[in-house]
């Protein structure tokens, strides 16, 4: 027996998976395998991996036992709840005369598993802090610190967030 409805969740490889597990409310006591093929509302037939086009996207599964040609079927919305992953460094190190505005020191590289990094929105919001006379960052001597927190939001509106910490040099 299906489940009625299930949610179908977009992987970081940009693939929503259908499984027996998923899909059957108890697969106990079956032996061997199940074919599962997931067709859209204009027919097309995806198999058992949907792509993350399908974002968003109703479909019907059908499980059918390979064995005894039972099958079932379920309603399956694939979802995306993966944030984007932003990539930078930590920690770095400028001159204090130095421009630390981000066409100055550049932005981080985002990528995400289901949305075009061109279409991901990227923001930032610095804080400035001015530091004590003979501050140090490790062994660094420092005037000042800049704490920036990069914020990149996907098509989906799942989010994610990186500090970044600039220190001026003196």
């Not at 067709?39 to 037939?45: A, E, K, M, P, Y």
């Amino acid at each position: 027996i299906c489940k009625n409805n299930v949610n179908a969740y977009i992987d970081e490889t940009g693939v929503a998976k259908l499984t027996s597990e998923l899909l059957l409310q108890s697969y106990a006591g079956c032996t061997g395998s199940f074919t599962i093929e997931a067709t859209d509302s204009l027919g097309n037939r995806y198999g058992a991996d949907l792509p993350a086009n399908t974002v968003g996207k109703k479909f019907t599964a059908n499980v059918a036992h390979s064995s005894n040609g039972n099958s079932c079927s379920s309603t399956v919305l694939v979802l995306d709840n993966l944030p984007p992953v932003i990539t930078c460094q930590d920690t770095l190190f400028i001159w204090c005369n130095q421009a630390f505005t981000t066409a100055a020191l550049g932005v981080p590289v985002v990528t995400d598993n289901t949305t075009a990094s061109s279409s991901i929105s990227l923001t930032n919001k610095d804080v400035f802090s001015d530091m004590a006379c003979m501050s140090m960052a490790g062994t660094v001597p420092v005037t000042s610190k800049v704490t920036r927190t990069w914020t990149a939001t996907d098509l989906q509106g799942n989010t994610s967030t990186r500090v970044q910490h600039i220190f001026l040099k003196r």
